[in-house]
């Protein structure tokens, strides 16, 4: 709390200017002390009741909306500046209440596997704080990469407000799928009712159990609408290619808002589109920023009013000071037990290599290659898992990174795969982003050069673990330069 109100002292002279450039978010009071957070709340109170009103409108609802976490749940610090995380969603969302109601997309954790299943766990965990209540929580079809019966269990054992429209289950079903067709919410006499399409039902075997029949996105919709009052907000949240989103902007019911969680754009744009009137957001990818969206429908039609996307930003000379302490300990605890449960190790050799050959380590490549090994060596990337460690041992991050498959799977050589990277014991020869992390597997390439060639490496290559968090200014020619071996 010291730290906060340090903050705040010093914030104070520069405030309403800070307010005026659209960063609420970051700075405590701008929030719900501001003029229009206040007017705002003060004319969707009066809506519908209060004759003696000044500007009559219809129903107005504040909006913070976020999705697709994609299991970041917080910035892997490779680089400067990189915003987003779990903690500082928290935080801000503590300290500028500027909205009615939160409602999140889903997407939570993308994949199937034991880590995501520990992420999920210690999201929901997140999202289910008393302090931030979701008023809806979309399930996507990324949620579905887990088993059915697994995720059904950890949804239920969570009181958030789960929403699936269009995954129905059969009457006859021995299991219950523990999401809502919809959520409906009253917000000071504002009536909002909630759908979402995830758009996949589960596979496996025991996918039958819960007897989920994926319904048509139009009927999904239709019957999620069904019985809600004329004067009723209604909003749609799509997963799935943007052309659904556009889609269904021309459902019967019209939906007020259509908010879409895909991959469409990183960000959420600078503003909302709107599809035959109707006003369509996109949160944007990997929790990194919020969107607010005041939405109000007047005379028939949806518009919206005010639109914000923040991104989730740190504190350059505070660390931590932008993150709500109880979440970061909450994520703490996560990494520990990934540590702890040994998923480093399990999680490692699960898939073939991609050309059925085996890893053999850089230095199997030197005889031969005796230039590039040079150049090799010298670059960051033989020294990427010793980056790692000593981020570790420094106490730059306060967890075991190294023991993180996140982490893992960019720094070293084949992590995942078969004979890749297990740990750095087990595997000393594949520490680091070795000859064959771009090359492919060189075992059958070692033993005979001629017949078995390893092939060119396209610059796309480059660009799964350079990617806009990583290296947010990447321009291949120059960075391939100062590695070029050939
Ligand atoms: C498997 C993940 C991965 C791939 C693929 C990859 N890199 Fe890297 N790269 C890293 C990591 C991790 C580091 C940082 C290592 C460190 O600092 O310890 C790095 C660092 C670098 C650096 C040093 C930082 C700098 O800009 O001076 C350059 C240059 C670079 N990579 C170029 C490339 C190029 C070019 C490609 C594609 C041909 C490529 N990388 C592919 C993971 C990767
Ligand atoms: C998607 C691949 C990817 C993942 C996942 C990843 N890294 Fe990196 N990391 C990189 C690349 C690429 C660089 C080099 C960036 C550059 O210089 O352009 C890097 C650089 C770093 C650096 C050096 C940064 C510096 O300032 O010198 C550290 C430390 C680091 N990563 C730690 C981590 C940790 C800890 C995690 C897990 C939380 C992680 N990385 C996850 C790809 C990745
Ligand atoms: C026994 C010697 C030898 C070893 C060991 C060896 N190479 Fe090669 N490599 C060659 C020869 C010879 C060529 C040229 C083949 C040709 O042009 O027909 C070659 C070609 C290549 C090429 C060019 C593309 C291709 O497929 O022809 C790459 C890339 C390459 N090697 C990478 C590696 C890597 C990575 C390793 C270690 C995993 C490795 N080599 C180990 C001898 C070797
Ligand atoms: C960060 C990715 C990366 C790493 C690590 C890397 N290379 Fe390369 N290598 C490339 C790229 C990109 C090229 C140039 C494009 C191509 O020819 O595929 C290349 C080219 C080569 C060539 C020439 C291929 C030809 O067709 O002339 C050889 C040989 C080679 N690398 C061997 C190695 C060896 C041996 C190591 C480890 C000591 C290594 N490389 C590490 C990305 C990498």
């Given at each position: 709390m010291t730290l906060v109100h340090h903050l705040d002292a010093r914030l104070t002279a520069p405030l309403a200017a800070l307010c005026a450039l659209a960063l609420p978010l970051l700075v405590p009071g701008c929030g719900d002390d501001s003029p229009s957070g206040s007017t705002d709340t003060a004319t969707a109170r009066g809506s519908g009741v209060d004759g003696a009103r000044q500007d009559p409108v219809g129903p107005r609802i504040r909006l913070r909306l976020s999705g697709?976490?994609?299991?970041?749940?917080?910035?892997?610090?490779?680089?400067?500046g990189q915003v987003g995380g779990l903690a500082r969603r928290s935080f801000a969302n503590q300290r500028d209440r500027g909205y009615d109601l939160l409602i999140e997309g889903g997407n939570l954790v993308h994949g199937g596997n034991f880590l995501d299943e520990l992420k999920l766990l210690t999201t929901l965990n997140i999202l289910d704080d008393k302090r931030t209540r979701y008023a809806a929580v979309g399930i996507g079809p990324d949620e579905l990469e887990l088993p059915v019966e697994v995720l059904a269990d950890y949804l239920a054992s969570f009181q958030l407000p789960f929403v699936s429209s269009d995954l129905v289950s059969a009457t006859d079903a021995t299991r219950h799928f523990p999401a809502r067709r919809f959520v409906e919410r009253e917000h000071e006499g504002v009536t909002v009712r909630i759908a979402a399409l995830t758009g996949r039902a589960p596979e496996g075997e025991t996918a039958d159990e819960f007897g989920l029949e994926l319904l048509a996105p139009r009927t999904a919709w239709k019957a999620a609408m069904d019985g809600a009052a004329p004067d009723t907000l209604r909003l749609l949240m799509v997963h799935g290619p943007d052309d659904l989103a556009v889609e269904a902007a021309g459902f019967t019911p019209t939906p007020d808002l259509v908010i879409a969680i895909n991959g469409t754009h990183m960000e959420p744009p600078r503003e909302a589109s709107t599809v035959e009137g109707v006003p369509v957001v996109h949160p944007g990818i990997r929790g990194r920023f919020l969107l607010d969206v005041t939405l109000e429908r007047e005379a028939g039609k949806p518009r919206i009013t005010d639109y914000h996307a923040f991104p989730l930003k740190g504190s350059e000379t505070q660390p931590g000071a932008m993150e709500d302490p109880d979440i970061k300990q909450l994520i703490l605890d996560h990494r520990f037990e990934v540590k702890e449960s040994g998923v480093r190790e399990e999680l490692a050799g699960q898939r073939p290599t991609a050309n059925g050959a085996e890893y053999i380590g850089s230095a199997s490549c030197a005889g031969c290659h005796v230039e590039a090994f040079q150049v090799w060596e010298k670059s960051k990337h033989a020294h990427a898992w010793t980056t790692l460690e000593e981020a570790e041992a420094t106490g730059r991050y306060e967890w075991p990174v190294t023991h993180y498959p996140d982490c893992v799977a960019c720094h070293t050589v084949g992590y995942g795969e078969v004979s890749g990277f297990t740990s750095p014991e087990a595997t000393p020869l594949l520490r680091g982003v070795g000859c064959e992390q771009c090359h492919g597997a060189g075992s059958a390439h070692a033993a005979n050069p001629q017949e078995a060639k390893l092939g060119d490496v396209a610059p796309e290559r480059c660009q799964t673990c350079h990617d806009y968090e990583q290296s947010p200014d990447w321009d291949y020619a120059p960075r391939w330069k100062t590695i070029e071996h050939r």
């Open positions: 697709q976490l994609e299991g970041r749940l917080e910035p892997c610090g490779c680089a400067s």
